[in-house]
């Protein structure tokens, strides 16, 4: 569906360098569309990037029915531009504003924008190798309201930043506290969902983390604190002899679009791999015995990420002599290829921005 596009009249210079940013820099335009009960979403735009105005209010400022998303847009070698999965993250988008009580979207006709606004801030689009386009998604209840209920009106956006690595220490392995005290995300609760409030929740945790010198947080479960869940903003696998181990996806661990990309590549791989809750008292005796070599983190931002030494309950272990293990350093390579190779799309992940 056509819509109306107001350009910039103040274009911004382009970063020389976002290698080590995340968030640094927004480029020249944003879509937006609202939503009115009744009426369903109308008034699709892009507009300049810039400030929003809301009522204070509004549900997604007092009750928080905010959920976002994320992936990236590559500048492949053959200059071509392809958006990686976008349709699985537009899924995973009504998977979340359904948790909430916030209206789809049409994953077409939003697919659609997607590819339209960066086609429109395509010079954004970094090509050193390890950076890319962050295409960030977000919904938010808009009416202003004080009793506790949905709200019966929304604003959806779509925003773009070139980036580079997540972490400062990029594709090295990290240093990870496990969490004992605080939990991401309840059974029951909204983990499930990449709901703002997620986030928010996981601050104080990371934060005591990185003020002893760790990188992020390995979260456990809720109930027993005793299962793997997520580490940082990551989901986690783990490696012993030829099987490789992720804990199932539940209503309190969110379904990782990298997760299901590196799972498919370890099957095709023939490696055994098994979804299946992993003992954090497991962990701590595998990686003493040396039978797991090798912990990472999958995620859209980091991709994929070592972890080089766990800390639990005061000791402290380092994981295959804080190196990239082989099952790590091969998925991350293949799933930089699958991003950045042309003519490498063997399973129709890919959309082409031209
Ligand atoms: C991811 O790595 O997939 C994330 O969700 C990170 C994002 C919150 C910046």
Same mark, same amino acid.
């Given at each position: 569906?056509?819509?109306?596009?107001?350009?910039?009249?103040?274009?911004?210079?382009?970063?020389?360098?976002?290698?080590?940013?995340?968030?640094?820099?927004?480029?020249?335009?944003?879509?937006?569309?609202?939503?009115?009960?009744?009426?369903?979403?109308?008034?699709?735009?892009?507009?300049?990037?810039?400030?929003?105005?809301?009522?204070?209010?509004?549900?997604?400022?007092?009750?928080?029915?905010?959920?976002?998303?994320?992936?990236?847009?590559?500048?492949?070698?053959?200059?071509?531009?392809?958006?990686?999965?976008?349709?699985?993250?537009?899924?995973?988008?009504?998977?979340?504003?359904?948790?909430?009580?916030?209206?789809?979207?049409?994953?077409?006709?939003?697919?659609?924008?997607?590819?339209?606004?960066?086609?429109?801030?395509?010079?954004?689009?970094?090509?050193?190798?390890?950076?890319?386009?962050?295409?960030?998604?977000?919904?938010?209840?808009?009416?202003?309201?004080?009793?506790?209920?949905?709200?019966?009106?929304?604003?959806?956006?779509?925003?773009?930043?070139?980036?580079?690595?997540?972490?400062?220490?990029?594709?090295?392995?990290?240093?990870?506290?496990?969490?004992?005290?605080?939990?991401?995300?309840?059974?029951?609760?909204?983990?499930?969902?990449?709901?703002?409030?997620?986030?928010?929740?996981?601050?104080?945790?990371?934060?005591?983390?990185?003020?002893?010198?760790?990188?992020?947080?390995?979260?456990?479960?809720?109930?027993?604190?005793?299962?793997?869940?997520?580490?940082?903003?990551?989901? !986690? =696998?783990?490696? *012993? +002899? @030829?099987?490789? &181990?992720?804990?199932?996806?539940?209503?309190?661990?969110? %379904?990782? $679009?990298?997760?299901?990309?590196?799972?498919?590549?370890?099957?095709?791989?023939?490696?055994?791999?098994?979804?299946?809750?992993?003992?954090?008292?497991? !962990? =701590?005796?595998? *990686? +003493? @015995?040396?039978? &797991?070599?090798?912990?990472?983190?999958?995620?859209?931002? %980091?991709? $994929?990420?070592?972890?080089?030494?766990?800390?639990?309950?005061?000791?402290?272990?380092?994981?295959?002599?804080?190196?990239?293990?082989?099952?790590?350093?091969?998925?991350?390579?293949?799933?930089?290829?699958?991003?950045?190779?042309?003519?490498?799309?063997?399973?129709?992940?890919? $959309?082409?921005?031209?």
């Amino acid at each position: 569906m056509p819509f109306p596009i107001t350009t910039s009249l103040n274009p911004k210079p382009i970063p020389e360098d976002v290698g080590n940013t995340f968030g640094a820099y927004f480029t020249d335009h944003m879509f937006l569309m609202d939503y009115k009960q009744g009426l369903g979403w109308y008034n699709h735009r892009i507009v300049p990037f810039g400030p929003l105005s809301l009522h204070p209010s509004c549900a997604a400022i007092q009750y928080g029915q905010s959920i976002f998303d994320g992936f990236k847009a590559y500048r492949c070698d053959d200059d071509v531009i392809r958006l990686f999965r976008p349709l699985d993250h537009i899924e995973r988008i009504n998977k979340s504003t359904a948790r909430l009580c916030m209206p789809a979207v049409d994953p077409q006709s939003v697919l659609a924008a997607m590819v339209q606004l960066v086609d429109l801030d395509r010079r954004w689009v970094p090509r050193q190798k390890g950076t890319a386009l962050y295409v960030r998604e977000t919904m938010i209840g808009t009416e202003g309201l004080m009793g506790v209920r949905p709200a019966s009106e929304y604003t959806f956006m779509i925003f773009l930043s070139p980036v580079g690595s997540y972490y400062a220490e990029g594709a090295n392995p990290v240093s990870i506290l496990v969490s004992d005290k605080h939990v991401r995300a309840a059974r029951g609760g909204i983990g499930a969902a990449k709901a703002a409030a997620n986030y928010g929740a996981s601050l104080l945790a990371s934060e005591e983390a990185k003020s002893m010198g760790y990188t992020q947080v390995l979260w456990l479960d809720s109930t027993e604190r005793r299962f793997l869940e997520e580490v940082g903003t990551m989901n !986690v =696998m783990l490696r *012993i +002899g @030829n099987e490789i &181990i992720t804990p199932p996806l539940s209503d309190s661990i969110l %379904a990782g $679009v990298t997760r299901m990309t590196a799972l498919a590549l370890l099957r095709e791989w023939g490696l055994q791999v098994s979804e299946r809750p992993i003992d954090i008292n497991d !962990v =701590m005796t595998g *990686i +003493g @015995n040396g039978t &797991i070599e090798e912990i990472w983190g999958v995620g859209t931002a %980091a991709v $994929v990420s070592p972890i080089g030494q766990l800390t639990y309950r005061g000791q402290t272990l380092e994981v295959g002599a804080r190196r990239i293990g082989k099952v790590t350093a091969r998925l991350h390579a293949a799933i930089t290829s699958l991003h950045t190779q042309p003519g490498k799309d063997p399973y129709g992940w890919r $959309v082409d921005v031209i």
